[in-house]
Each structure stands twice: as C-alpha cells, then as structure tokens.
C-alpha cells in the first residue's frame, strides 16, 4: 500500500504543497551550487557562495527530514521526538512557500490552510499528554457571540447571561464543568494576551482556518488543537461551533476519565 492511501485528501493537500516546497528550493539551490563553482569567479566569491549554499541546502535536508516525520506521524499515530526540530522547520519555514505555490495552481488558500490544521491536529494528537484542566486554554472567537446581544464578553466573560441563543453558552458550561481556562478574543493581540496571561501547556482553539494557521504558527511550541468554526452567515458574523469537537479536544488533553470525573463532581 502507498502513501496515499493511508493520508487522507485533507491533509495530503498540505503534506504535497510542502514537499512541492522542498524541491523548489532544492533546485534552486542545486542552481547556485553549479553557479558557485563557476571557474570565472574569484576565489573569496566562490567560497562565500559555497558557505551559504550549504547553509540553504542543510535548511533544505531538514525541511525535507520534517515532511518525512509529518509523514510518520501521521501514519504511525505516534510522536517521534527526533523528527521534532526538521518538522517545526518544514512547517514555519515552507508554508509560505506551499501557499505562493498553492496560488500558481490556483488552489484555494482556505483548503491548503484547513489541511494544515488537519496535520496540525494530527501532530498534537500523537503526543501523549496528560494535563491538569488549569493548564488548557479554550480561545473563542468574539463572533461566536450573537451580534445583537448587549453583553461585554471580550472584557469579561462571566458577563454572558447563558441565555442560550449562542454558542458562548456551551462553551461556559463546559469551561465550568471541566476547569479549563477560557478567553473570547477579538483578534489575534487579545489572543496572545491571554497566553501571557494563563501560560497554557496547551490550546483548543476555535477560529476559521486563516486564523486558526496563523495561531498556531504563533503559540508554536505550545500545542494547539484548532477546531474550524462554522459560518452559516458568511465570516466573522454569528459564527458557530461543534461543542462536540471543543469536548473531544478537553477529553484528549485532560484524559476523558478526568472529564468524566470533573463533570460528575459539578
Ligand atoms: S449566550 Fe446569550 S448572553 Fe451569552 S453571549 Fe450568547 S447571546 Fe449573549
């Protein structure tokens, strides 16, 4: 059996982008490798050139040794610890690079993005974790909250009367039943201030894809399970989420015995 048949599309779309990524440079750099030898060039030219195409083409064999542990990871289920360093780079590094390519195809950017999550997700999900509720952070996008409601949320969040005609509701309950920590934030400044605030070993958080990439990229290394919003009114506008998949992401930091513990003692 082959590769493709053990990713799933989502996440081969991101994983492809990347390697794409990976022998672009590396023909380009093979290209200033030639170029460098070039015997018209004087000798402090060509060492220098030497020096620095070796720098990039060692960025390179990472990048690529980090796609190859993406690829393990998923396919395993399982962190491996030596590919940690090679997969950071891949991904900080060559994403732009996989989104600029991803253009040239004309495949859409929230695709490539929402597959990055995927991956993303799957990464974090390999660990094994085992935290505290108070070391989680949930982060809660600021259009979860119904636009005509006349309560402050952002400033605090115990504002929210539960009334029950948003998410933010849910999302109490379940910060309260679980004793996770919790923030409404209305981009991402607000979003970086309440990890300054509650140093969070990990992240659950709830945003569209643009968001949701550019968080975890951000918080990088803390881990981050990004779970997609969903936009029945367009962006940014009376958004809402599955509390499903916001219990799975507590259950798999916390452990669902210690959920089941925590919510049986409320
Ligand atoms: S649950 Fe009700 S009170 Fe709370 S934020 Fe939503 S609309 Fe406002």
Request: some cysteine; proline content about 5%.
């Amino acid at each position: 059996m082959s590769v493709k048949d053990f990713i799933p599309v989502r996440k081969r779309l991101f994983v492809g982008l990347l390697g794409a990524s990976v022998l672009g440079a590396g023909a380009l750099l093979t290209g200033i490798w030639f170029l460098a030898i070039n015997p018209t060039r004087t000798l402090f030219d060509q060492i220098l050139l030497v020096i620095l195409t070796t720098l990039l083409m060692g960025g390179t064999l990472l990048a690529a040794l980090g796609i190859g542990g993406i690829v393990l990871t998923i396919l395993y289920s399982k962190d491996l610890t030596a590919f940690h360093g090679p997969i950071r780079i891949a991904v900080n590094l060559f994403f732009p690079i996989a989104l600029v390519i991803g253009k040239i195809f004309h495949i859409d950017s929230e695709k490539i993005k929402s597959s990055f999550v995927e991956v993303n997700n799957d990464l974090v999900r390999s660990k094994a974790l085992r935290l505290k509720p108070a070391q989680i952070l949930l982060l809660a996008p600021h259009c979860l909250q119904r636009s005509d409601c006349p309560y402050k949320i952002t400033v605090n969040i115990d504002n929210c009367r539960r009334c029950g005609m948003c998410p933010v509701k849910d999302l109490l309950e379940l910060r309260d039943a679980s004793g996770i920590k919790m923030g409404i934030a209305t981009g991402g400044t607000l979003a970086r201030k309440y990890v300054q605030e509650y140093r969070p070993r990990a992240i659950i958080a709830i945003a569209c894809e643009r968001d949701l990439t550019s968080g975890i990229q951000d918080t990088n290394p803390i881990p981050v399970l990004g779970v997609t919003n969903e936009r029945p009114f367009g962006p940014c506008f009376n958004t809402s989420v599955k509390i499903p998949d916001v219990e799975k992401a507590v259950n798999f930091f916390i452990g669902e015995e210690n959920y089941e513990t925590a919510v049986n003692n409320q």
